[in-house]
């Protein structure tokens, strides 16, 4: 988990690379441990960062989360927020009455969320999912961040591409999980809507796990992170990978 989101925080930092300013909005599982880690790491390697974290359920029994969460408490530039103060910064940018860039980051559900976002988070959700619609979506002084898969995504299929959350960067954690894996592909042309090519585009890879034997086993030839490769992330295309 700390790599994982120390290679997330890499490719985070390098694409929200003049910001300053970053909400982490974490879960209550694996997925939101790992925003506890990228959060720390922000706040240590980007000067004068500001990182806010939201984790409404905290750690409950586990002593890993809970140590996680203690780190960040201790590190300078982090501050844990409750849910009004992010649902307020992301409507001073829906207003766009934000003049400092905000990065927010998407730690809430991983690969095992299925169904409907329930409380505390939908009504968080909901806002950020309308940062990210419309035209002026990138006149609005926002970034927006998934950890593995956007969150309110099945893992067995794909958003609602029209109408859903879809962040301007996705991160996935060792492999693309299954509703990720497919909206690169170009053979799917129209049917895919313009904001699922242009994720497309922004889709990386992260969390250097992966054995040959494993690549094998599971047909993930085409990832090209492994145990012991020197880079945190990588740029994940799918279909032109397949094709080179």
């Not at 506890?36 to 974290?53: D, F, H, I, K, Y």
């Not at 103060?85 to 207003?95: D, G, I, K, Y």
């Not at 976002?117 to 950020?128: A, K």
């Not at 954690?173 to 894996?181: F, G, H, I, N």
Request: charged content about 25%; aromatic content about 6%.
């Amino acid at each position: 988990m700390r790599r994982a989101g120390e290679q997330a925080a890499t490719a985070t930092l390098d694409a929200a690379s003049d910001v300053r300013r970053f909400c982490v909005l974490c879960g209550p599982g694996n997925n939101g441990g790992d925003g506890l880690v990228l959060a720390r790491e922000c706040a240590t390697r980007r000067s004068g960062a500001e990182v806010m974290v939201w984790y409404p359920k905290g750690p409950g029994k586990s002593e890993l989360y809970a140590k996680l969460a203690e780190e960040c408490r201790r590190t300078p530039g982090v501050a844990f927020v409750d849910e009004e103060t992010v649902s307020a910064l992301v409507q001073s940018h829906l207003n766009k009455a934000s003049a400092t860039s905000t990065c927010f980051v998407d730690a809430l559900f991983g690969f095992s969320f299925r169904g409907p976002v329930r409380e505390p988070y939908v009504g968080v959700m909901q806002l950020l999912t309308t940062l990210t619609l419309g035209d002026d979506a990138g006149e609005r002084a926002a970034f927006t961040v998934s950890l593995d898969i956007p969150s309110g995504w099945s893992v067995d299929g794909t958003s609602e591409a029209d109408s859903g959350f879809v962040p301007d960067l996705l991160i996935s954690l060792t492999a693309p999980k299954r509703c990720c894996a497919t909206f690169d592909n170009p053979a799917l042309g129209d049917a895919r809507s313009a904001r699922l090519k242009r994720l497309a585009q922004t889709h990386v890879v992260a969390g250097s796990f992966l054995t040959d034997e494993m690549c094998q086993k599971y047909g993930l030839q085409a990832i090209p992170l492994r145990i012991g490769s020197s880079v945190d992330y990588v740029p994940l295309d799918l279909s032109r990978l397949e094709r080179s």
